[in-house]
């Protein structure tokens, strides 16, 4: 279980929750219920550090709660 922070919101736009990562870049999942978009998430944060370990790209370290959000 990785630890960052995971914004969610409602999209109107998309009919959907929306789940931002915001300590990695373009990592964005969606589902039709929260526990969907939640589960979705930990899926794409996986894939998103499996990719960058691939790409031997830098993984950033959890930060906790951020400022902005």
């Not at 998103?48 to 902005?68: D, S």
């Amino acid at each position: 279980m990785y630890k960052y922070e995971i914004i969610i919101y409602w999209s109107n736009e998309d009919n959907a929750f929306i789940a931002e990562v915001p300590e990695l870049p373009g990592c964005i999942a969606d589902g039709q219920t929260y526990e969907e978009v939640l589960k979705n998430v930990q899926t794409i944060i996986e894939e998103w550090i499996e990719t960058a370990k691939t790409l031997n790209r830098e993984i950033p370290q959890p930060k906790g709660k951020l400022l902005y959000a």
